[in-house]
Protein backbone atom coordinates (compact mmCIF):
# COMPACT_ATOMS: atom_id res chain seq x y z
CA UNK A 1 0.00 0.00 0.00
CA UNK A 2 1.45 3.24 -0.78
CA UNK A 3 -0.77 4.81 1.86
CA UNK A 4 -1.53 8.58 2.02
CA UNK A 5 0.10 10.31 -1.16
CA UNK A 6 -0.51 14.13 -1.78
CA UNK A 7 1.09 15.87 -4.96
CA UNK A 8 2.43 18.46 -5.59
CA UNK A 9 5.25 18.84 -3.05
CA UNK A 10 6.31 21.96 -3.52
CA UNK A 11 4.05 24.74 -5.56
CA UNK A 12 4.89 28.47 -5.71
CA UNK A 13 1.52 30.92 -6.01
CA UNK A 14 0.87 34.33 -7.22
CA UNK A 15 -1.92 36.14 -5.17
CA UNK A 16 -5.46 35.42 -6.64
CA UNK A 17 -4.23 32.25 -8.42
CA UNK A 18 -6.75 29.23 -7.81
CA UNK A 19 -5.32 25.18 -7.35
CA UNK A 20 -5.94 22.34 -5.98
CA UNK A 21 -4.13 20.13 -3.93
CA UNK A 22 -4.21 16.37 -4.60
CA UNK A 23 -4.51 14.31 -1.88
CA UNK A 24 -5.48 9.70 -1.96
CA UNK A 25 -5.53 6.96 0.23
CA UNK A 26 -4.95 3.44 -0.78
CA UNK A 27 -6.45 1.70 2.67
CA UNK A 28 -10.35 2.20 1.91
CA UNK A 29 -10.50 4.99 4.92
CA UNK A 30 -14.01 6.36 5.47
CA UNK A 31 -12.17 9.46 6.85
CA UNK A 32 -10.41 12.02 5.15
CA UNK A 33 -8.90 15.72 6.77
CA UNK A 34 -7.02 18.58 5.63
CA UNK A 35 -4.59 20.92 8.03
CA UNK A 36 -2.40 23.38 7.76
CA UNK A 37 0.73 23.17 9.93
CA UNK A 38 2.72 26.90 10.32
CA UNK A 39 5.56 27.46 12.13
CA UNK A 40 4.57 28.18 16.01
CA UNK A 41 0.55 27.11 15.59
CA UNK A 42 0.75 23.29 15.51
CA UNK A 43 -1.70 21.92 13.18
CA UNK A 44 -5.21 23.43 12.49
CA UNK A 45 -7.73 21.62 10.80
CA UNK A 46 -9.17 22.79 7.71
CA UNK A 47 -12.05 20.67 6.19
CA UNK A 48 -12.71 16.66 6.92
CA UNK A 49 -15.26 14.25 5.29
CA UNK A 50 -16.61 11.03 7.08
CA UNK A 51 -17.15 9.44 3.51
CA UNK A 52 -17.91 9.59 -0.18
CA UNK A 53 -20.15 13.15 -1.18
CA UNK A 54 -19.85 14.41 2.91
CA UNK A 55 -17.74 16.96 3.86
CA UNK A 56 -17.37 19.38 7.18
CA UNK A 57 -15.48 22.88 7.79
CA UNK A 58 -12.55 22.49 10.73
CA UNK A 59 -11.20 25.27 12.98
CA UNK A 60 -9.81 27.42 9.58
CA UNK A 61 -12.10 27.02 6.36
CA UNK A 62 -11.97 30.40 4.53
CA UNK A 63 -10.40 30.44 1.28
CA UNK A 64 -10.77 26.43 0.67
CA UNK A 65 -12.84 24.04 -1.04
CA UNK A 66 -13.31 20.09 -0.42
CA UNK A 67 -15.28 17.71 -2.30
CA UNK A 68 -15.00 13.88 -1.75
CA UNK A 69 -16.63 12.33 -4.78
CA UNK A 70 -14.66 9.27 -4.48
CA UNK A 71 -13.56 7.42 -0.74
CA UNK A 72 -9.89 7.34 -1.86
CA UNK A 73 -9.29 11.19 -3.08
CA UNK A 74 -10.26 13.83 -0.96
CA UNK A 75 -8.47 17.52 -2.86
CA UNK A 76 -8.42 20.49 -1.21
CA UNK A 77 -8.76 23.77 -3.53
CA UNK A 78 -7.46 27.49 -3.11
CA UNK A 79 -9.76 29.47 -4.76
CA UNK A 80 -7.97 33.02 -4.97
CA UNK A 81 -4.70 32.22 -3.22
CA UNK A 82 -3.73 34.60 -0.60
CA UNK A 83 -0.02 34.97 1.08
CA UNK A 84 -1.75 34.32 4.25
CA UNK A 85 -2.22 30.64 2.94
CA UNK A 86 1.27 30.01 2.40
CA UNK A 87 1.64 26.97 4.27
CA UNK A 88 2.36 23.27 4.52
CA UNK A 89 -0.82 21.36 3.88
CA UNK A 90 -1.29 17.78 5.26
CA UNK A 91 -3.96 15.33 4.30
CA UNK A 92 -4.67 12.38 6.79
CA UNK A 93 -6.76 9.71 6.83
CA UNK A 94 -8.50 7.18 9.50
CA UNK A 95 -10.06 3.60 9.29
CA UNK A 96 -13.67 4.04 10.83
CA UNK A 97 -14.87 7.57 12.08
CA UNK A 98 -16.53 5.92 15.30
CA UNK A 99 -13.30 3.65 15.84
CA UNK A 100 -12.32 4.28 19.50
CA UNK A 101 -8.61 4.97 18.78
CA UNK A 102 -8.69 7.95 15.58
CA UNK A 103 -5.39 7.07 14.75
CA UNK A 104 -4.91 8.98 11.90
CA UNK A 105 -2.09 8.02 9.09
CA UNK A 106 -0.70 11.41 7.57
CA UNK A 107 1.00 12.16 3.59
CA UNK A 108 4.28 14.04 3.09
CA UNK A 109 3.01 17.56 3.07
CA UNK A 110 2.51 20.12 0.16
CA UNK A 111 4.66 23.12 0.69
CA UNK A 112 2.69 26.17 -0.62
CA UNK A 113 4.64 29.53 -1.60
CA UNK A 114 2.03 32.46 -2.15
CA UNK A 115 3.60 35.76 -3.49
CA UNK B 1 -8.36 27.01 19.31
CA UNK B 2 -5.07 24.58 20.96
CA UNK B 3 -6.25 21.80 23.05
CA UNK B 4 -3.09 20.50 23.99
CA UNK B 5 -0.24 22.46 25.01
CA UNK B 6 3.44 20.77 24.46
CA UNK B 7 6.36 21.62 27.14
CA UNK B 8 9.09 21.91 26.88
CA UNK B 9 9.13 23.93 22.95
CA UNK B 10 12.52 22.76 22.46
CA UNK B 11 14.69 20.21 24.11
CA UNK B 12 18.38 19.22 23.60
CA UNK B 13 19.82 15.89 24.96
CA UNK B 14 22.82 13.82 24.35
CA UNK B 15 22.67 10.71 23.20
CA UNK B 16 21.55 8.10 25.31
CA UNK B 17 19.82 9.91 27.76
CA UNK B 18 15.91 9.80 28.61
CA UNK B 19 13.64 12.33 26.81
CA UNK B 20 10.93 14.16 28.71
CA UNK B 21 8.10 15.94 27.04
CA UNK B 22 4.63 17.22 28.36
CA UNK B 23 1.02 17.82 27.11
CA UNK B 24 -1.15 19.57 28.42
CA UNK B 25 -5.49 20.05 27.46
CA UNK B 26 -7.95 21.73 28.67
CA UNK B 27 -11.25 19.60 28.57
CA UNK B 28 -12.20 16.03 29.22
CA UNK B 29 -10.82 13.93 26.19
CA UNK B 30 -11.62 10.03 25.19
CA UNK B 31 -7.99 9.37 24.64
CA UNK B 32 -4.48 10.94 23.96
CA UNK B 33 -2.29 10.07 21.34
CA UNK B 34 1.67 11.06 20.53
CA UNK B 35 2.90 11.53 17.39
CA UNK B 36 6.20 12.24 15.94
CA UNK B 37 7.27 14.71 12.72
CA UNK B 38 10.68 14.35 10.97
CA UNK B 39 12.19 17.35 9.44
CA UNK B 40 10.14 17.94 5.99
CA UNK B 41 7.46 14.79 6.69
CA UNK B 42 4.28 13.98 7.53
CA UNK B 43 3.15 13.29 11.42
CA UNK B 44 3.65 9.13 12.37
CA UNK B 45 1.00 8.06 15.12
CA UNK B 46 3.69 6.71 18.16
CA UNK B 47 1.18 5.85 21.10
CA UNK B 48 -2.71 6.37 22.13
CA UNK B 49 -3.76 6.13 25.97
CA UNK B 50 -7.34 6.33 26.59
CA UNK B 51 -9.10 8.22 29.43
CA UNK B 52 -9.26 5.43 31.52
CA UNK B 53 -5.33 4.04 31.56
CA UNK B 54 -2.67 6.02 33.55
CA UNK B 55 0.31 4.41 32.05
CA UNK B 56 1.40 2.56 28.61
CA UNK B 57 4.32 1.02 27.29
CA UNK B 58 5.72 0.68 23.76
CA UNK B 59 9.54 0.05 23.05
CA UNK B 60 11.45 2.72 24.67
CA UNK B 61 8.45 4.96 25.20
CA UNK B 62 6.40 5.42 28.13
CA UNK B 63 2.99 7.79 28.05
CA UNK B 64 1.27 8.80 31.71
CA UNK B 65 -2.10 10.36 31.64
CA UNK B 66 -3.36 12.37 34.64
CA UNK B 67 -6.91 12.88 33.64
CA UNK B 68 -7.76 15.21 37.06
CA UNK B 69 -4.26 17.68 36.02
CA UNK B 70 -5.18 16.98 32.53
CA UNK B 71 -2.24 16.21 31.41
CA UNK B 72 0.22 13.89 29.39
CA UNK B 73 4.17 13.24 29.51
CA UNK B 74 6.00 11.17 26.85
CA UNK B 75 9.15 9.72 27.88
CA UNK B 76 12.06 8.24 25.46
CA UNK B 77 14.28 6.37 27.08
CA UNK B 78 18.02 5.83 26.05
CA UNK B 79 17.68 8.35 23.23
CA UNK B 80 19.06 7.80 19.74
CA UNK B 81 20.22 10.65 17.02
CA UNK B 82 17.48 9.00 15.27
CA UNK B 83 14.59 10.42 17.70
CA UNK B 84 15.44 13.81 16.94
CA UNK B 85 11.87 15.33 15.32
CA UNK B 86 9.09 17.20 16.87
CA UNK B 87 6.49 15.36 19.20
CA UNK B 88 2.91 16.28 19.09
CA UNK B 89 0.04 15.37 21.45
CA UNK B 90 -3.28 15.28 19.98
CA UNK B 91 -6.54 15.02 21.83
CA UNK B 92 -9.81 13.63 21.34
CA UNK B 93 -12.29 15.68 23.75
CA UNK B 94 -15.28 14.39 24.67
CA UNK B 95 -17.29 17.14 23.72
CA UNK B 96 -17.03 16.17 20.08
CA UNK B 97 -18.90 13.05 21.18
CA UNK B 98 -19.79 10.13 18.97
CA UNK B 99 -20.63 11.24 16.07
CA UNK B 100 -17.36 13.70 15.77
CA UNK B 101 -13.90 12.64 13.94
CA UNK B 102 -11.43 15.47 14.82
CA UNK B 103 -8.22 15.26 16.73
CA UNK B 104 -6.83 18.71 18.00
CA UNK B 105 -3.08 19.01 17.97
CA UNK B 106 -0.58 20.92 20.10
CA UNK B 107 1.90 23.52 18.71
CA UNK B 108 4.60 20.21 19.44
CA UNK B 109 7.94 19.87 21.29
CA UNK B 110 11.01 20.23 19.15
CA UNK B 111 13.59 17.60 20.18
CA UNK B 112 17.57 17.59 19.20
CA UNK B 113 19.66 14.21 20.07
CA UNK B 114 22.99 15.21 19.98
CA UNK B 115 25.15 11.82 19.13
Known amino acids: NAGVTQTPKFQVLKTGQSMTLQCAQDMNHEYMSWYRQDPGMGLRLIHYSVGAGITDQGEVPNGYNVSRSTTEDFPLRLLSAAPSQTSVYFC??????????????FGPGTRLLVL | SQQGEEDPQALSIQEGENATMNCSYK?????LQWYRQNSGRGLVHLIL?????REKHSGRLRVTLDTSKKSSSLLITASRAADTASYFCATDPTYSGAGSYQLTFGKGTKLSVIP
Open chain 2, 49 to 53: IRSNE
Open chain 2, 27 to 31: TSINN
Open chain 1, 92 to 105: ASMGRPRSPSKTQY
